[in-house]
């Protein structure tokens, strides 16, 4: 693997960047592996990545209907925080924050992690005490948050109307090292790293069946054959319940669209990203300068990755209410992309019904912050066939003992 550091920058802006390796080898599958990842979105290839670089496991395959990172992991809006209010979710995505501080240095390959700030507005009195309580929690959680008065949100927020014509800004829950990362760089850092311990990445291959023998996983089938495995790993979001079904088992969630969409790039104005649930609305401002906008998931289970106009609309006009300046933008591109809800929305790592298949998803609308963490959980769920403290309390068994981890307020208009 190429050591990317600005020497070699220099040696090859020289050659004419001509000498560059391959990031990620592209093999043939072999017949067997120790572990099978099925989806090589962000989760799947940190699940993969931990695997070899925590418990030492390399003979691992991912494998991947379309392209890598072409799921949820790049069409996400990569806002990145941990302020959520039960123990169990602090716990595993600020572990997940903690980890994208340093994952540029750690997969020598920049991610453009940028703590620059998110405020979740609180817009209704309702609002105003659930987020109080969550700076509470997150305080004996050890995560850094607080509470912020109107004018410290203006201040943080010049180009907002905090006195829009429906709901005015009464403060907000402000988490200093919350921000965004670039979604295909995640999945492209962590594939160079899985591809550099000698895992291999077999796109265009996807999962047609899975085999099992005597209550435990032998296989998968696949477009490109038959392939063994010792343990199977399930980590497809949207998809996760297609999958389960293959190998005769169901899941607690529901697929269902959710959209986003871009405006024009325009100069610096947005340092910060802003959520806003009572409208429901969020944006940040991409390092191109473009306004990236998203809002709640659609109402009706679907498989389709396309926007709506009917999206835009409600999406837009929740945010033009604080940000009038967005009516003058065009809005570039829009798209959605298949998300895996859960009851409590609270993500499922968890073994199954099937010895030694393991099943990561329900990160719904809100995975893409938790993709180092939920990777460091899971690998070390399927190394030891028990979960750790990260992974326990989300396993199947919550929802037939009711021990639901309820994040239905910190996980807000979704993300
Ligand atoms: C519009 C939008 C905005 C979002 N914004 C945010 C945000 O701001 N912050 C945040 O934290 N999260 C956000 N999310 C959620 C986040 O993107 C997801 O939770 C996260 O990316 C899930 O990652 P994943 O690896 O589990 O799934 P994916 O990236 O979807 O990967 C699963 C992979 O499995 C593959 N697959 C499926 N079936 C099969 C099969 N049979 N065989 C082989 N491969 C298969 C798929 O092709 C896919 O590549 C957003 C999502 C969307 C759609």
Redesign the pocket.
């Known amino acids: 693997m190429d050591r990317y550091s600005v020497f070699a920058l220099a040696r090859e802006a020289i050659r004419n960047h001509r000498g560059w390796n391959r990031a990620w080898e592209s093999p043939a599958p072999d017949r067997h592996y120790d572990v099978i990842v099925?989806?090589?979105?962000?989760?799947?290839?940190a699940t993969a990545y931990y695997l070899g670089k925590n418990h030492g496991i390399t003979n691992v395959a991912i494998?991947?209907?379309?392209?890598?990172?072409?799921?949820?992991?790049?069409?996400?809006?990569?806002?990145?925080?941990s302020n959520y209010l039960q123990d169990a979710s602090a716990a595993i995505y600020e572990k997940s924050r903690s980890l994208y501080e340093t994952l540029s240095q750690d997969l020598n390959y920049n991610v453009m992690f940028s703590p620059r700030g998110l405020l979740n507005l609180a817009q209704t009195h309702h609002e105003v005490r659930g987020y109080r309580r969550i700076m509470s929690a997150n305080g004996l959680q050890g995560v850094a948050t607080s509470y912020l008065e109107p004018d410290a949100v203006r201040k943080l927020c010049p180009v907002m109307n905090l006195n829009g014509p429906r709901y005015p800004v009464l403060g907000a829950l402000w988490q200093p090292r919350a921000g965004?990362a670039r979604?295909d760089a995640v999945?492209w850092a962590l594939a160079r790293g899985c591809s550099a311990m000698g895992m291999h990445i077999i796109e265009t291959?996807?999962?047609?069946g899975i085999r099992s023998a005597d209550g435990a996983v032998s296989g998968v089938e696949?477009t490109k054959g038959l392939i063994g495995c010792n343990k199977l790993a399930l980590?497809?979001?949207?998809?996760s319940g297609?999958?389960a079904e293959m190998a005769g088992f169901r899941l607690p969630i529901e697929s269902v669209?959710?959209?986003?969409l871009v405006s024009e790039p325009v100069k610096p104005c947005l340092d910060v990203v802003v959520m806003a649930n009572t409208v429901h609305g969020?944006i940040s401002q991409s390092d191109k300068g473009e306004m990236v906008i998203?809002g709640g998931a659609d109402q009706y289970v679907n498989y389709t990755q396309r926007g709506s106009f009917q999206h835009i609309e409600e999406t837009v006009r929740a945010l033009i209410e604080m940000f009038p300046f967005l009516s003058n933008l065009t809005m570039l591109r829009q798209?959605?992309?298949?998300?895996?809800m859960t009851g409590d929305r609270s993500p499922i790592l968890s073994k199954t019904p099937v010895d030694n298949i393991f099943v990561?998803?329900g990160?719904?609308?809100?995975?893409?912050?938790?993709?180092p963490g939920?990777g460091w959980a899971m690998s070390e769920l399927v190394a030891k066939g028990e979960p750790g403290t990260l992974a326990a309390p989300f396993s199947l068994n919550r929802f037939r003992e009711g021990m639901y981890v309820d994040e239905n307020l910190a996980a807000g208009v979704?993300?």
């Open positions: 099925v989806g090589a979105g962000g989760h799947g290839l494998l991947e209907k379309g392209w890598l990172g072409g799921g949820n992991t790049g069409r996400n809006t990569t806002i990145i925080r965004t979604h999945a291959c996807p999962v047609i696949t980590v497809a979001a949207g998809h297609t999958l669209a959710l959209q986003a969020y998203g798209w959605g992309g298949i998300v895996d990561n998803c990160w719904g609308t809100g995975g893409f912050k938790a993709i939920s979704a993300h």
